[in-house]
T-cell receptor, first 115, second 113 residues
Framework: SAVISQKPSRDICQRGTSLTIQCQVDSQVTMMFWYRQQPGQSLTLIATANQGSEATYESGFVIDKFPISRPNLTFSTLTVSNMSPEDSSIYLC????????????FGEGSRLTVL | DQQVKQNSPSLSVQEGRISILNCDYTNSMFDYFLWYKKYPAEGPTFLISISSIKDKNEDGRFTVFLNKSAKHLSLHIVPSQPGDSAVYFCAAKRAGNNRKLIWGLGTSLAVNP
C-alpha cells in the first residue's frame, strides 16, 4: 500500500493565475499519475510522471498548461497554468504499487475553483 | 466514445440487502477490471479487481462478476451497510498499457438504515 498526501486540499483562484499542487508519497514509487475529475465527469488521466524524465501527457493535455516536476521517487508537483473557470476540478495524484493490475492508491485530491 | 459505462448514476438499497452495481465496456482488449469507492472530499480507494481470464472474484462482502461475452461486469455487496454509501467507479486497464485506466462515470450508492 501507499499513503499519499496532497497540498493544498482546496483553493479558490483568480482567472489567469497559476497554482502548484504538491504530492508526497510515503514510499518510493517509479510512476506517479495525475488525474482530473471535472464536475459531473469521471476521472481523466492528465499525465504520468516518471522520476528523471519528462512527464508523458495524455491526448488533450500539454506541458505548457500542466507542467509537472518529479525531482525524486517520493514527490511530484502539478502546476495548473493560466487558469480559467474550465480548470475548476478536483486534481488527484496517484501511484501504482503493483505495476501490473492497475491498482492505484490516490491522494485525497485538491479541489480547485477558478473565478 | 465512452469505453466504460456505468448507466445507473445512483442506487438506493436497504441495509442488510444486496447492492448490485453494473458496468459495461466496449473494448475487448481490457485485461483487468477494477472497482473503486470514493467518499466525498477523499480520493478513490481500491476495492476489488478481476482479471479478464476469470469470471468471479470474491473478497469478504464484495464479489465482482465478469461476463466477457456480454462485456459486462457487476459488483455485489452483501450485506449492504450504511458505511458502504459512496460513489463506486468501475475502471478498466488495457493489456500492455499499465499506466492508464479507463473510468466509468460512477454510481452513487445510498444504503439506508
Amino acid at each position: 500500500s501507499a499513503v499519499i498526501s496532497q497540498k493544498p486540499s482546496r483553493d479558490i483562484c483568480q482567472r489567469g493565475t497559476s497554482l502548484t499542487i504538491q504530492c508526497q508519497v510515503d514510499s518510493q514509487v517509479t510512476m506517479m499519475f495525475w488525474y482530473r475529475q471535472q464536475p459531473g465527469q469521471s476521472l481523466t488521466l492528465i499525465a504520468t510522471a516518471n522520476q528523471g524524465s519528462e512527464a508523458t501527457y495524455e491526448s488533450g493535455f500539454v506541458i505548457d498548461k500542466f507542467p509537472i516536476s518529479r525531482p525524486n521517487l517520493t514527490f511530484s508537483t502539478l502546476t495548473v497554468s493560466n487558469m480559467s473557470p474550465e480548470d475548476s476540478s478536483i486534481y488527484l495524484c496517484s501511484v501504482d504499487v503493483t505495476g501490473i493490475t492497475g491498482e492505484l492508491f490516490f491522494g485525497e485530491g485538491s479541489r480547485l475553483t477558478v473565478l | 466514445d465512452q469505453q466504460v459505462k456505468q448507466n445507473s448514476p445512483s442506487l438506493s438499497v436497504q441495509e442488510g440487502r444486496i447492492s448490485i452495481l453494473n458496468c459495461d465496456y466496449t473494448n475487448s482488449m481490457f485485461d483487468y477490471f477494477l472497482w473503486y469507492k470514493k467518499y466525498p472530499a477523499e480520493g478513490p480507494t481500491f476495492l476489488i479487481s478481476i482479471s479478464s481470464i476469470k469470471d468471479k472474484n470474491e473478497d469478504g462482502r464484495f464479489t465482482v462478476f465478469l461476463n466477457k461475452s456480454a462485456k459486462h461486469l457487476s459488483l455485489h455487496i452483501v450485506p449492504s451497510q450504511p458505511g458502504d454509501s459512496a460513489v463506486y467507479f468501475c475502471a478498466a486497464k488495457r493489456a500492455g498499457n499499465n499506466r492508464k485506466l479507463i473510468w466509468g462515470l460512477g454510481t452513487s450508492l445510498a444504503v439506508n438504515p
